[in-house]
């Protein structure tokens, strides 16, 4: 019975718009009409709500059409009242709109937790949207990008054993930092300092656990191009002066080889309790690399590529032969 009863409701829902299309498209009343679209959207709301009322609430998924259109409703308010553009406030209703199913389900049923991230983040919006015009652009988007990132960090620490939410905590926050870091440093400097505020998340991880041996890679690997990006912008004199770009291309190139060489390395000495006996392998080529850039430039390095692979491809015949 609940089931022909919401049919019914949507049989109206669509009578109505089709007479909507009707009158716009005679003429009769212009869509840009906030009276018309609250006209529109308040009948709209009213039905979506039937439509979870008479469908059960474990059917809450019709709570956003009903929320939504409620929000656009406010919206449509705002705009008589007001009689005019109140600007990115008007959008605080919406969000407000979308926020609440999901805080709506996780009160009907506890173990859908992680509504509480979505609804959190567009309620978080809201409150952004409401002081947008107090605000630097760059502040506004540090601000929600860190606010993000938050309820990733919470669900860590509520349950230890879920450490895959570091990950988006720390890429999250990161990211968020950039369009404020932006406004303070220029050129190689932000370069370095993302690409270190990258790698330290990985490092932190990897002295968290011996078992996150892993974390080691990426850790070694983006701080080393952040000390070769932050090198790139330095002076220097003898033969790497900055006016030299070759040279000082070698410098850097150098470095970042040396620094993932180390990467390995250090692996390498833990090999008797964690395996990575492996790794002596990538330490010992990229070192070379290192050694090789500085006394040939990138040509060298280039050069060089195929001989290692046909030094390769020859170890693998002769251990296999």
Do not use: H
Not at 30 to 55: C, R
Not at 82 to 96: K, N, R, S, T
Request: charged residues 10%; glycine residues 10%; contains cysteine.
């Amino acid at each position: 019975m609940n089931e022909k009863n919401v049919g019914i409701f949507w049989g109206i829902v669509l009578i109505v718009l089709g007479a909507v299309y009707l009158v716009t498209g005679a003429g009769w009343i212009t869509i840009e009409d906030p009276k018309l679209g609250l006209a529109i959207f308040a009948p709209l709301a009213a039905l979506f709500f039937t439509s979870y009322y008479l469908s059960g609430p474990q059917r809450w998924g019709w709570l956003f059409p009903a929320c939504i259109f409620t929000a656009l409703s406010v919206m449509m308010l705002m705009l008589i009242v007001g009689g005019e553009d109140p600007g990115p406030v008007i959008a605080v209703p919406l969000m407000l709109g979308i926020a609440a199913p999901f805080f709506i389900a996780y009160i009907q049923d506890r173990t859908r937790w992680w509504a509480l991230i979505p609804g959190y983040i567009m309620l978080v919006l809201a409150v952004l949207m409401a002081f947008v015009d107090q605000m630097p652009g760059e502040w506004f988007a540090t601000v929600f990008m860190l606010a993000v990132a938050v309820p990733f960090l919470v669900v860590f620490l509520l349950d230890r054993s879920r450490k895959w939410a570091l990950i988006p905590f720390a890429a999250i926050a990161i990211t968020g930092l950039i369009p404020l870091l932006s406004t303070q440093f220029e050129g190689q400097n932000l370069a370095g300092l993302i690409n270190l505020m990258i790698g330290v998340p990985f490092l932190i991880v990897y002295f968290w656990s011996p078992r996150n041996w892993w974390a080691l890679i990426p850790a070694g690997f983006f701080i080393s191009v952040a000390v070769g990006v932050v090198i790139s912008g330095g002076k220097f004199a003898g033969n790497f002066a900055v006016n030299e770009i070759e040279s000082m291309g070698r410098l850097v190139a150098a470095v970042m080889f040396t620094g993932w060489a180390l990467t390995f390395f250090l692996l390498w000495l833990r090999r008797k309790s964690v395996p990575t006996a492996w790794a002596i392998y990538p330490a010992a080529a990229l070192i070379f690399f290192a050694v090789v850039t500085v006394i040939g430039g990138s040509q060298a390095v280039n050069n060089t590529w195929p001989v290692i692979l046909i030094a390769a491809g020859g170890l693998m015949v002769y251990n296999n032969w």
